[in-house]
């Protein structure tokens, strides 16, 4: 079995979530110039395909994106008038 497999390669893996590897990977490769971070709502057993209740999904999207914006909130950027960009008109910040 496939998820089996890979459960056991590494002990640890907590997820199978592609987009977000993917998103931290750019940012290691980057070495520094992009900060990356992800949060994900796990809304499935994948060993025992239960699935949260589709209520709680609203509760639990609240109190992780406040938690996120919160930390976000708290996060000291690097001052830099022009947001990382070497051309001011392609500021993120």
Known sequence: DLLDAFLAAPPQATSLEMETFHLLDLARCSRGSIIATAAAIGLAQRKSNEFIDAT???ELERAGGSAM???L???KL???SN???SDADLTVW
């Open 78 to 80: 690097e001052d830099d």
């Open 56 to 58: 709680h999904i609203a």
């Open 69 to 71: 914006l919160n930390a």
């Open 83 to 85: 947001g990382g960009c």
């Open 73 to 75: 909130a708290h996060c």
